[in-house]
């Protein structure tokens, strides 16, 4: 990266952290839910993390369904997050650095189908603009060498099966997990170190 995410983000003219006693929610997709859902497992200010899919139908939006590519879900994670401990922006700092490659189009590493695209779900019409100039600003930057593939969707969120939530934490030495999850934990300990919990 040439320029820091963290400099871009400060640039903007981000919705500041409240201190209200409330939650809020982002939906964000990003490759396998797995590797999204551990790493913002371990962000200060997050009170909750489930794996699901988003932009599709109600009807299909289960896990033969969405791996078979068959339907218009992508893996996401909805997170819940104390808007007095982080703000939206922060959680999009998070989830540019270390959480997926957002130049990748339709695959994140040995993932490869539309379902494991990088995709903002806002959920209001502030996130909306607030992505939308997140995303101009990173390519305007030339923060990476190619153009941010992220789209920014609407749609609903479904909870995926029981057996994929908190899958990393149930499963720490999954071959899976050690090779891709891992190191994006480790980065967002190096990288965001005051919003790091273990």
Same mark, same amino acid.
């Given at each position: 990266m040439k320029r820091s995410i963290?400099?871009? *983000?400060? *640039?903007?003219?981000?919705?500041?952290?409240?201190a209200s006693p409330r939650t809020e929610t982002a939906i964000l997709a990003g490759g396998c839910f797995w590797g999204m859902e551990t790493v913002f497992e371990h962000v200060k200010g997050v009170t909750n993390v489930v794996s699901g899919y988003a932009g599709g139908n109600a009807?299909?939006?289960n896990y033969d369904r969405v791996?078979?590519?068959?339907? =218009?879900?992508?893996e *996401?994670?909805?997170? =819940?997050?104390?808007p007095s401990q982080i703000s939206y922006a922060q959680l999009l700092q998070i989830y540019f650095t270390v959480a997926h +490659?957002?130049?990748?189009? +339709?695959?994140?590493?040995?993932?490869?189908?539309?379902?494991?695209?990088s995709a903002i779900f806002p959920q209001n019409q502030q996130q909306a603009v607030f992505a939308k100039a997140f995303i101009a600003r990173l390519n305007a *930057?030339?923060?990476y060498k190619a153009a941010i593939a992220t789209r920014i969707e609407s749609g609903r969120f479904y909870p995926a099966e029981a057996y994929h939530q908190d899958f990393a934490r149930?499963?720490?030495d999954y071959p899976y997990i050690v090779v891709n999850d891992r190191p994006k934990v480790a980065a967002l300990h190096q990288k965001f170190p005051a919003f790091f919990k273990a």
């Open positions: 963290l400099f871009l *983000a400060a *640039a903007l003219a981000a919705p500041p952290a409240t009807a299909d939006a791996s078979s590519e068959g339907t =218009t879900h992508a *996401a994670v909805k997170i =819940t997050y104390d +490659d957002p130049t990748q189009v +339709d695959r994140q590493g040995p993932d490869v189908g539309h379902s494991y695209r *930057a030339h923060v149930r499963h720490p």
